[in-house]
């Protein structure tokens, strides 16, 4: 059994780093809707996914979040991006894959992804 | 939903808008009784008696983006479809207890699934709460309780890369051992 003796050694190298990790107001918030809607269509990989991308590419002054129902259940697993700029981004039909493209294009590269918005998706 | 441990993850949503402080999620298994217990609790704000009775139709929410409530139907559909049962009790001020049996081998039980992935997604992304997870299978148990790694880790955040890392490795190894090469 893995016991949790190692997490001494984790906090101890963590006391050594400053100021590698923050939450303030001036950030990009990227929130998933985890209610049963959001869940049952897909959401839980979505969320893992997008903190894993955030995690593994170092992307700096993004939070990744969950929140309930954002009201257009048929349209989960729902994605909003809410820039700097207070500027919200709808995505829907999020898949794992989509994940990928939003956080190459959008949360790196600036630029919403069209195509997976409301209004880009021709509803 | 198409496994149990989405059900749990929904039903859990319910505690944490319910401002629970601690929530505690048992997964328990028996082979020889042929059971599969589920138990969610939580200290939050519990339910009076009239919202309690509605709390298992689907067409009663007390959220105000859609007019159905999902989540609790389906967890006890889930349970008593095979032949288990399913209980809710609250309490205002002192919180909310979920008990769902399982028939372990009937056919119509859903598997239990990625049970590790929404234990993470719990404690990754409520880290103002706290989760006590247990899972016990045929007289083997370990458990994660994130008020011991939060005191173990002194102050320092509990979803920081490197501590998720660790508690996703601690879930996976422990599950394993315990399992075996079994799935449920």
């Known amino acids: 059994m893995k016991s949790l003796a190692e997490l001494k050694a984790i906090k101890d190298k963590m006391q050594g780093q400053v100021g590698v990790r923050s939450h303030g107001e001036n950030e990009t918030r990227v929130v998933v809707g985890m209610a049963t809607c959001g869940i049952a269509a897909g959401a839980r990989p979505v969320l893992q996914k997008l903190s894993a991308l955030v995690q593994e590419k170092n992307i700096q002054g993004v939070q990744v979040t969950q929140t309930g129902c954002i009201g257009l259940c048929m349209h989960e697993p729902i994605v909003e991006v809410y820039g700097k700029d207070g500027e919200k981004t709808t995505y829907i039909g999020m898949t794992a894959e989509k994940a990928e493209v939003i956080v190459e294009r959008h949360l790196i590269g600036g630029k919403p992804v069209i195509e997976y918005t409301v209004s880009g998706s021709g509803l | ?36 217990t589920i138990e969610i609790n939580d200290d939050g704000c519990g339910m009076p008696a009239d919202i309690l009775e509605k709390v298992a139709d689907p ?27 399913f209980s809710i009790t609250s ?67 509990i979803d920081a890369p490197e501590v998720k890392e660790f508690i996703s490795g601690y879930l996976a190894e422990n599950s394993n051992e315990i399992n075996k090469t079994q799935t449920f």
């Open chain 2, 59 to 85: 067409f009663f929410t007390t959220r105000d983006t859609r007019n159905v409530g999902l989540g609790v139907p389906f967890f006890k559909e889930a349970a008593e479809s095979t032949g288990g049962s």
């Open chain 2, 91 to 157: 309490e205002t001020g002192k919180g909310t207890r979920v008990k769902a049996t399982f028939t372990l081998s009937h056919i119509d039980r859903m598997p239990l699934g990625d049970i590790n992935s929404t234990v993470e997604t719990l404690v990754f992304y409520n880290t103002h709460l706290d989760f006590h997870y247990k899972y016990h299978l045929d007289g083997e148990e370990f458990s994660l309780d994130t008020r011991e790694i939060k005191e173990l880790l002194e102050g320092q955040p």
């Open chain 2, 1 to 36: 939903m198409t496994e149990l441990s989405l059900n749990i993850l929904d039903v859990a949503q319910n505690s944490i808008k319910a401002e629970a402080k601690l929530v505690e999620l048992f997964v328990l298994i028996d082979t020889a009784k042929d059971i599969l």
